[in-house]
């Protein structure tokens, strides 16, 4: 076989080293400021720390999107994954009589496995297809969760038990806080690998990419499965928060939002999901002072940013002369 | 029997104006218009606005919907598309754009209507007996309006000259612009058309069962169901799929509670996308 | 046996037959080359080498396995890398990073490994940077690996199109029409490529319309026109073969490399 042979050693820094560097750059004031500053600062405000709270699991759906955006695909399913979760841990905690912490992983692998068997096929679609298919998806489960309860099923679980071990408020924040600092090392490290290389590349040309022997049909199930996983385990928790889950927890504007938080962030970022999610949240929630014109300068407010930060958020640092 | 099919060509003229109006903008500007059920519920509240607020004659609120919402579709792609068009990178910005829209107009919506279900009385009352069938005078007035309409835009794209512009312009850009068309004013135009062509149907629906400001996202799955069906960017397509999903509609909220007929709808339709992704009359690509 | 064997290939698209029968082998170390008319089904012909489509009927042999009806990327994976006409590359990627992802065959770590950052994962990067970095070297493109693709002059990016394939550790290369519209002094710089890299022991089959060129690199050519087969021999055989020169007539003089 004829093997490249590598005599002019180029000077190449160890990526890994540099790559730790970066991301302890981002990662220790993420930490921080979600382990120390928000229960410092929220501590006593029941309502907002509910808020970050919610804002937490979010942007860890939202980590997952982030994921299937890197392979060039708009998905528009993770509300369904999220309500398949949430039903997971749902049924599995009242009707098993499960802990939490045992039903939490087989939600999300659950909808990982749901994620795997669907998206095999359905990722062969690109651009407003998979994005209208996804769309589809995401109401097509709702619908079958309302009709397993039209049926005399269980159209809804209520009275989910609180986690073992989680006695307060501020104890569900610490968790989701972890959950998502957790979910962002994971995604930062795939992302950096060699399998973020791979999925790079798919998004920019399939074709090439199978030709050089990439085998594009499971790596992009890979991407869509580790989203749904993350959906999966983001609706879980997010059931037992609320300690109920509906058909209309999670619908189409939601699957939509969990795309808008990544696309607003910056999709050239790990970190955009999470900027995205916690800005928007927040923004809404500012704005309910305003009362009937919330909705509206909401509105208008995405608009601007579409307009003004094409990349995202993120991408401010870009243009105000900052570092890469 | 009768009655269903009756009702099912109701719905299908009404489904075929929102198609239209989908496909000529993406066949146009290659924009997926997410608000396109946004616009359809705007069109509706006008008329609610025009008729029961106002006090004027229904063609009146009909026309200025029309009007409205054109206006708000030729705003949509003189300020926001063709600048977001121009400027991005990725593919993905102009469907999110679209998706930024949708939320903008239903918050608008929400802001200036509020969240209730606004109707108004049907405009002719009456029944005709066709067979066994009923059919209300008010919707055979919609059912009419309809296909006067989708013949008058057939009418159009096929023989008037901007609507032969639209056209080109869907086929070859490029080639369009080098024949010397004015590919910016006709893009405008045919954004407009396509959403005056939603607040239309919006308009009429209003009649038949009411218009709230969060029905937009419900009305844009219908018309992404009808143009994956028919296949995207194609007229005949949009025609079909709107027949399609219409008269499927109508049997199965006859035979079956309402939401097991959109689940199977759903399910039916990722299984056909599976076989035939370009939908039936579009061509193969990627 | 022959590195590759092509047995019978036929492709049709609805009634239309665009590759009618064609058989021919290349052997280890060649450079062979298919050339034929505009509208002659070499196009086809590439995609079906390549796997990129199935065959109607017959098959193609990679030694001695047959490649026909595999998955493209296994196909790859055999050593059968395929180039793409005009500038296929990774756009938004540096020119480094487009050779370094197109090393994936090069893996010795499983996916989880390289998630988990394996030493051996890292080994692994730092032996992958050093080959990508001395493909570009190789074909004349280490003064821009760093640019990003979409930023190189049209010029350079065939080549990067070529590191690509390289990078994946082809046995046989196909080049897609590698001299399309290139000019003399180009054609001339892109053949030294092509015999350097069968200098580093690559097999290399390329489909080419440019007449001039393959004459002076080729060691076989096969000719087809509307989909068949017309000759095969050594490039002066060829230059002299009635059956090309009527295929050719009506074409320029000068393609036939006189």
New interface residues.
């Given amino acids: 076989m004829a093997q490249i042979d590598t005599s002019p050693p180029a000077v190449v820094q160890p990526p890994a080293r540099s790559g730790a560097g970066r991301f302890l750059l981002v990662f220790a004031p993420l930490a921080a400021l979600l382990l120390i500053g928000v229960p410092l600062f929220l501590g006593g405000m029941p309502y907002w720390l509910n808020v970050v709270t919610n804002a937490c699991l979010l942007s860890f759906g939202s980590l997952g999107v982030w994921l299937t955006f890197s392979i060039g695909r708009v998905n528009i399913a993770q509300g369904a994954f999220a309500l398949i979760g949430g039903y997971t841990v749902g049924l599995l905690t009242t009707a098993l009589g499960l802990s939490f912490w045992v039903a939490l992983p087989l939600a999300g692998l659950f909808a990982a496995v749901i994620g795997f068997v669907i998206g095999w096929p359905l990722l062969r679609l690109r651009g407003i297809y998979f994005a209208m298919v996804t769309l589809s998806l995401t109401e097509a489960v709702r619908l079958v969760f309302l009709n397993i309860g039209n049926l005399g099923g269980a159209g809804s679980v209520t009275n989910i038990p609180t986690p073992p071990g989680i006695a307060s408020p501020m104890d569900f924040y610490l968790f989701a806080a972890v959950l998502l600092l957790v979910g962002y090392a994971g995604i930062w490290r795939l992302q950096e690998s060699r399998i973020g290389g791979v999925f790079r590349s798919m998004r920019q040309n399939e074709e090439l990419a199978a030709s050089i022997g990439i085998d594009v049909a499971l790596y992009r199930a890979m991407a869509f499965t580790i989203c749904c996983f993350m959906g999966g385990i983001a609706g879980g928790a997010f059931a037992s928060l609320q300690q109920n889950v509906y058909p209309q927890t999670y619908t189409v504007s939601d699957s939509i939002n969990f795309m808008l938080y990544c696309f607003l962030g910056g999709l050239e970022f790990v970190l955009g999901p999470i900027v995205g999610t916690f800005a928007l949240v927040i923004a809404f929630e500012l704005l309910r002072a305003i009362q009937e014109y919330q909705a509206l300068l909401y509105g208008i407010l995405m608009i601007v940013v579409m307009l003004f930060l094409p990349n995202g958020l993120l991408s401010l640092r870009r243009l105000l002369g900052g570092r890469e | 029997m009768e009655q269903i099919l009756v009702n099912g060509a109701i719905l299908a003229a009404n489904y075929a104006l929102i198609a239209l109006g989908i496909t000529l903008i993406f066949s146009i500007m290659n924009v997926l218009n997410f608000a396109h059920g946004q616009m359809f519920m705007f069109g509706g509240l006008i008329v609610y606005w025009t008729v029961a607020q106002l006090g004027l004659p229904y063609a009146v609120g009909l026309a200025m919907a029309a009007v409205a919402v054109g206006l708000i579709g030729m705003a949509f792609e003189v300020f926001f598309f063709r600048r977001v068009m121009r400027d991005s990178t990725r593919e993905e910005n102009t469907m999110l754009l679209a998706v930024g829209t949708a939320l903008l107009l239903e918050n608008a919506a929400l802001s200036l209507f509020g969240e209730k279900q606004r109707g108004i009385p049907p405009i002719v009352t009456g029944v005709y007996r066709i067979g066994d069938a009923f059919l209300p005078a008010n919707r055979a007035l919609v059912f009419g309006i309809s296909l006067v309409l989708i013949v008058a835009i057939l009418l159009f794209v096929t023989y008037s000259k901007t609507g032969r512009a639209m056209r080109a312009l869907a086929q070859d850009r490029t080639a369009t612009l080098l024949m010397g068309v004015d590919t910016a004013r006709i893009s405008t135009l045919g954004f407009g058309l396509g959403a005056a062509l939603a607040g239309i149907a919006g308009g009429l629906l209003i009649t038949v069962s009411g218009v709230n400001a969060g029905i937009g996202t419900a009305i844009s799955t219908k018309a992404f169901i009808m143009i994956m069906i028919g296949g995207a960017g194609v007229v005949s397509g949009a025609l079909l799929g709107a027949v399609a999903l219409g008269f499927i509609e109508a049997f199965g909220y006859a035979y079956l509670p309402g939401s097991l007929t959109y689940l199977m709808i759903f399910v039916a339709l990722i299984l056909f996308l599976l076989i035939r992704p370009q939908g039936i009359m579009g061509k193969p690509w990627g | 046996m022959s590195l590759l064997e092509v047995e019978g290939l036929t492709k049709q698209f609805g009634g239309l037959t665009a590759v009618n029968d064609v058989s021919f082998v290349v052997e280890q170390g060649q450079i062979c080359s298919v050339i034929g008319p505009n509208g002659a089904g070499k196009s086809t012909l590439f995609k079906l080498i390549?796997s990129?489509l199935a065959p109607t009927a017959g098959r193609v042999r990679f030694d001695g396995r047959q490649v026909s009806g595999l998955?493209?990327?296994r196909v790859?994976?055999m050593?059968v890398?395929?180039?793409?006409q005009e500038t296929?590359?990774?756009?938004?990627?540096t020119a480094l990073?487009n050779v370094?992802?197109?090393h994936?065959?090069g893996?010795t770590a499983g996916?989880f490994g390289?998630?988990a950052?394996s030493r051996r994962?890292?080994a692994?990067?730092?032996?992958i940077?050093?080959?990508a970095?001395?493909?570009l070297?190789y074909l004349g493109l280490g003064h821009v690996k760093d640019e990003t693709a979409v930023n190189l002059p049209h010029g350079y990016l065939r080549g990067l199109g070529i590191a690509?394939?390289?990078?994946?550790?082809?046995?046989l290369l196909l080049l897609d029409e590698p001299f399309a519209g290139m000019n003399p002094d180009e054609t001339d710089r892109a053949m030294e490529m092509v015999q350097g890299i069968r200098a580093?022991?690559?097999t290399v089959l390329l489909v080419e319309h440019d007449m001039r060129a393959v004459m002076r690199i080729s060691d076989w050519i096969v000719v087809i026109s509307f989909g068949s087969k017309i000759a095969e021999g050594k490039p002066e055989a060829i230059r002299a073969d009635e059956a090309v020169i009527a295929a050719y007539l009506g074409e320029d003089d000068a393609e036939l490399g006189h």
Avoid: C, N, W, Y
């Fill in positions: 390549s990129f998955k493209p990327h790859a994976r050593g890398v395929r180039t793409f296929t590359v990774f756009k938004e990627m990073e370094v992802v197109a994936q065959l893996l996916p390289i998630f950052g994962a890292r692994d990067t730092l032996r940077r050093d080959s970095a001395e493909i070297d690509i394939a390289m990078a994946a550790r082809p046995r580093r022991g690559i």
